[in-house]
């Protein structure tokens, strides 16, 4: 079944998080169609052999599980190859692992799509916010390990390998980067001035440096996201993620991932409105305990 909005219980404190953890998700049962041509590359996932050695020990086979969050609204034409290529990645790399769709109140067959895999997929009833999207989806997850990660297409699934790697090793939070191989073509000009304004200010606040504070693509470990203490509900979730992981100590490591604009559909994100949440975001953030 999918899970309805009036089925879930709000959202809650990090304090009551983790006694909501072993609440049992029903996963939607489906076969899911094949995999689109388009998705069908020769290597998903990086040939790394320190990857495969992290894999191959048997603590990691034996207790690691990787949840992966995917937010959406109206991304119809998108979600289907997003978890198509997420399901192939996650076979290939051999772990035990769950995707957790949340159609944020789509107008359009996000979720039908999405419900003829086998995922889990939340439903809220309207639109409340990507932010909002993922602490639900963080309330049903039961990994050790949470991957976040767009539903417009822009990411690559192969590229959550070299992240997750990055916390197998001892990270506690893996980004990816649009801007680190100084890729011109990834977002508008005036949302790069947005973004590399806000890495300015972060800076200036925290001592880090950082080149995408925006970035939706992560790989963060479970008991880290329980002690950030997560309150946003929209968009700026990524900068209160960026801002709390340098503040309180945690260890962030940037790398570099390929984008491509979206194929189909437009952004969500509204650049005055969403702008302004996220420099207070950013204020706020920096100077609470």
Same mark, same amino acid.
């Given at each position: 079944m999918i899970y309805y909005d009036s089925e879930i219980t709000p959202f809650i404190t990090s304090e009551e998080l983790n006694g909501n953890r072993g609440r049992e998700a029903e996963v939607m049962q489906g076969e899911g169609s094949r995999l689109p041509q388009n998705l069908q590359e020769r290597e998903f996932i990086y040939k790394s052999p320190t990857f495969y050695a992290d894999l191959n020990s048997e603590h990691f086979l034996d207790s690691l599980t990787v949840s992966v969050i995917i937010p959406a609204y109206n991304e119809e034409k998108n979600v289907e190859n997003v978890i198509s290529g997420t399901i192939?990645?996650? $076979?290939?790399?051999? @772990?035990?692992? /769950?995707?957790?769709?949340?159609? =944020?109140g789509s107008t359009d067959k996000t979720g039908l799509i999405a419900s003829l895999f086998n995922v889990?997929?939340?439903?809220?009833?309207?639109?409340?916010?990507?932010?909002?999207?993922?602490?639900?989806?963080?309330?049903?997850?039961?990994?050790?390990?949470?991957?976040?990660?767009?539903?417009?297409?822009?990411?690559?699934?192969? $590229?959550?390998?070299? @992240?997750?790697? /990055?916390?197998?090793?001892?990270? =506690?939070?893996?980004?990816?980067?649009?801007?680190?191989?100084?890729?011109?073509?990834?977002?508008?000009?005036?949302?790069q001035i947005g973004n590399h304004l806000f890495n300015l200010v972060i800076m200036s606040l925290t001592g880090k440096h950082v080149t995408d504070s925006q970035t939706g693509f992560r790989v963060i470990k479970r008991d880290v996201l329980n002690k950030l203490d997560l309150q946003s509900d929209g968009y700026e979730i990524e900068t209160e993620i960026t801002v709390k992981s340098l503040k309180n100590g945690f260890t962030l490591k940037e790398l570099p991932i390929t984008v491509e604009r979206r194929k189909f559909g437009a952004s969500k994100l509204k650049l005055i409105s969403d702008g302004k949440r996220i420099l207070k975001t950013i204020l706020t953030t920096s100077f609470t305990r």
């Open positions: 192939t990645v996650m $076979e290939q790399l051999n @772990l035990p692992y /769950e995707i957790i769709l949340v159609d =944020d889990t997929v939340l439903t809220n009833k309207k639109n409340l916010g990507k932010g909002y999207s993922l602490k639900k989806a963080m309330q049903y997850a039961h990994g050790d390990i949470i991957v976040t990660m767009d539903s417009d297409g822009e990411h690559k699934p192969k $590229e959550i390998a070299p @992240l997750l790697q /990055e916390v197998l090793n001892g990270i =506690d939070v893996a980004a990816g980067s649009r801007f680190m191989n100084n890729q011109s073509s990834v977002t508008t000009k005036l949302n």
